[in-house]
């Protein structure tokens, strides 16, 4: 998601918001939220508004949320595997608070979903996005902003300016399965599948599959926590998306895109890495820097799209394109990307495109900033080999118009949400 346009907003039912942080510094915008006369299946358990004390769901029964469904703490919910919980309203989503907890351990024969009523019944089209909210987890682990709110609810507070909370816990998440996501409250303020806010690295993510969603697939504000086995299929903005500080290891992952959101390569990419506005200085070891090993991304997009201070380690990484938009791998949204020295490419990257020819050159990287269009400093002039300015481990090595040498992710061991077998769940 883009944060300078995905304005935060408050889904307490008539109240405006005056005052929203977002992921790029404090923008502001008014919004109200009407309360939903959606209705939840006679079928379905309605769960709480608040759950405050510990709870155990029973596998063998479905549940529905009509609108917010708010854990807090210091309160655990425990999701059986073979679970199913799913949005009764577009705008119903579910919100784990910092000092709560989610377990939820699916097996791959079991798995614990989340989705849409309308997708349970049999009424939602595979294809399908903003059928419900989301699921959000929020902790206290670094986040470079103090007094963050998330962005879907300024009820809930995250994230801290010190390095104290980094290794909480804010649960424990395996074969979780969230699909039809991403209600849109209006154009560009949209939630996500899967969002995580000051997360820990005490927290467990493991095989995680994200299917058709209108926003972006995951999307991490700070925090530390790590990911390992994640597919993100059709999310119509940003695969992966970091912001705020977040550090930590997302491991094996497969994205394809089906549907982006504009026809332009940077407002939907594979991966898109930010930090706010040009407020750290060089160096600065709190940049926002995810480590990605063992990445395949399918795109129609854009590869990386980078922006304010932003950082990132990479390690056998692919992209592979079809020129369905745009050619430029790297997109730049502004020019102060490589200022804090955090841009690393550690392993092979690789650049594809089947319809053309790539090289090193402004097929590639581009020339234009898409915020900052008057600066000089540009993808093109970081990343191109006679300009390279970022930097190179040891065993980097970015390999334009090659998909072969750069193994990425082994796509056959991804659990892609299907019950009992790693084949895809959806292929349209």
């Given at each position: 998601m883009d944060i300078k346009n995905k304005i935060a907003l408050s889904l307490v039912t008539t109240a405006a918001i005056t005052s929203i942080l977002t992921g790029c510094g404090g923008s502001k915008s008014s919004t109200s939220l009407k309360t939903s006369s959606a209705t939840c299946d006679a079928s379905f358990t309605v769960l709480d508004s608040v759950i405050s004390s510990n709870l155990t769901l029973d596998a063998n029964k479905k549940y529905g949320m009509l609108d917010k469904v708010s854990v807090k703490s210091p309160a655990v919910l425990t999701i059986p595997a073979g679970t199913t919980i799913a949005g009764c309203a577009s705008k119903s989503f579910m919100v784990i608070q910092p000092g709560a907890k989610l377990i939820a351990v699916g097996t791959q024969a079991k798995p614990i979903v989340f989705t849409s009523q309308k997708d349970v019944l049999g009424k939602s089209h595979n294809n399908a996005g903003g059928e419900w909210g989301g699921l959000v987890l929020a902790g206290n682990a670094y986040t470079h902003y103090s007094n963050n709110k998330y962005e879907a609810d300024q009820s809930v507070s995250f994230g801290s300016t010190g390095h104290t909370h980094d290794t909480e816990s804010s649960g424990d998440l395996e074969y979780v399965l969230i699909k039809h996501s991403g209600f849109m409250v209006e154009k560009d303020k949209e939630l996500n599948g899967l969002s995580l806010a000051g997360v820990g690295s005490g927290t467990i993510l493991k095989n995680i599959a994200i299917i058709g969603g209108l926003d972006d697939g995951v999307e991490i504000w700070g925090g530390t926590v790590n990911i390992t086995g994640l597919y993100v299929y059709n999310a119509h903005d940003d695969s992966v998306d970091t912001d705020l500080g977040y550090r930590g290891t997302i491991t094996n992952v497969l994205a394809r895109q089906v549907n982006v959101d504009s026809a332009n390569n940077h407002?939907?990419?594979?991966?898109?890495?930010?930090?706010?506005?040009?407020?750290?200085?060089?160096?600065?070891?709190?940049?926002?820097?995810?480590?990605?090993?063992?990445?395949?991304?399918?795109?129609?997009?854009?590869?990386?799209?980078?922006?304010?201070?932003?950082?990132?380690?990479?390690?056998?990484?692919?992209?592979?394109?079809?020129?369905?938009?745009?050619?430029?791998?790297?997109?730049?949204?502004?020019?102060?990307?490589?200022?804090?020295?955090?841009?690393?490419?550690?392993?092979?990257?690789?650049?594809?495109?089947?319809?053309?020819?790539?090289?090193?050159?402004?097929?590639?990287?581009?020339?234009?900033?898409?915020?900052?269009?008057?600066?000089?400093?540009?993808?093109?002039?970081?990343?191109?080999?006679?300009?390279?300015?970022?930097?190179?481990?040891?065993?980097?090595?970015?390999?334009?118009?090659?998909?072969?040498?750069?193994?990425?992710?082994?796509?056959?061991?991804?659990?892609?949400?299907?019950?009992?077998?790693?084949?895809?769940?959806?292929?349209?």
């Open positions: 407002d939907s990419a594979g991966m898109e890495f930010g930090n706010d506005a040009n407020t750290i200085v060089t160096d600065d070891t709190n940049a926002t820097q995810p480590i990605m090993i063992n990445y395949t991304a399918y795109i129609k997009g854009g590869g990386i799209s980078l922006k304010d201070d932003a950082g990132l380690k990479l390690t056998n990484v692919k992209f592979i394109s079809n020129k369905s938009i745009d050619e430029q791998q790297v997109f730049y949204r502004s020019a102060d990307v490589v200022d804090t020295n955090a841009v690393h490419v550690d392993g092979d990257l690789c650049f594809k495109d089947t319809a053309i020819t790539l090289g090193d050159n402004k097929i590639t990287y581009s020339d234009v900033n898409s915020k900052d269009a008057s600066t000089t400093k540009t993808a093109f002039t970081d990343w191109a080999s006679a300009t390279r300015h970022i930097n190179m481990g040891a065993s980097g090595t970015i390999n334009v118009d090659d998909n072969t040498t750069c193994a990425g992710v082994n796509e056959a061991n991804i659990w892609k949400g299907t019950a009992g077998s790693n084949a895809p769940l959806e292929t349209y």
